[in-house]
């Protein structure tokens, strides 16, 4: 038995180098697939990130363009809007002349006709006069037959 002990020592001995052995194998394997997911990792991430700005690069032009878009369309607006009002302030002086034109006209016609209205009133007040005259002188007539008959 004395002489089985370094026989069992040595026999245990390469059985913990082979272990050990072992182990560094699937230490070294182990390692080596955990670099490759790292490297397969990092290049996902680059990739990722590098689609998320290509995106963004995109996404930010649209953007831009829409706006240059959209401010093409206000200055068109403006520019419409500006050309409605102007004719509608030239509608509305040419309809202000015209009213203006129409009252002066009316007023040549009121003006003629309140004219007409005095003239009117100033015969029918010289004639109302004429037949009063008429009236006093026969009121005096017979005022003075009568005063010549007493």
């Known amino acids: 038995s004395s002489l089985q002990a370094p026989y069992k020592m040595r026999s245990s001995l390469n059985v913990t180098r082979s272990t050990l052995r072992d182990t560094r194998e699937r230490i070294f394997v182990e390692t080596s697939r955990a670099k490759a997911a790292d490297e397969r990792t990092l290049a996902l991430t680059r990739q990722i990130n590098s689609t998320a700005m290509n995106e963004a690069k995109a996404t930010k032009a649209a953007l831009i363009a829409e706006m240059q878009r959209a401010q093409a369309i206000e200055t068109s607006l403006q520019a419409v809007l500006l050309t409605a009002v102007q004719v509608e302030a030239s509608r509305a002086t ?57």
């Open 94 to 150: 040419t309809a202000e002349n015209a009213l203006n034109t129409l009252l002066q006209a009316s007023d040549v016609d009121l003006m003629s006709q309140i004219a007409a209205a005095r003239s009117t009133a100033t015969v029918a007040a010289l004639t109302q006069a004429a037949q009063l005259t008429t009236e006093v002188q026969r009121g005096l007539a017979a005022e003075a037959s009568l005063r010549a008959s007493v």
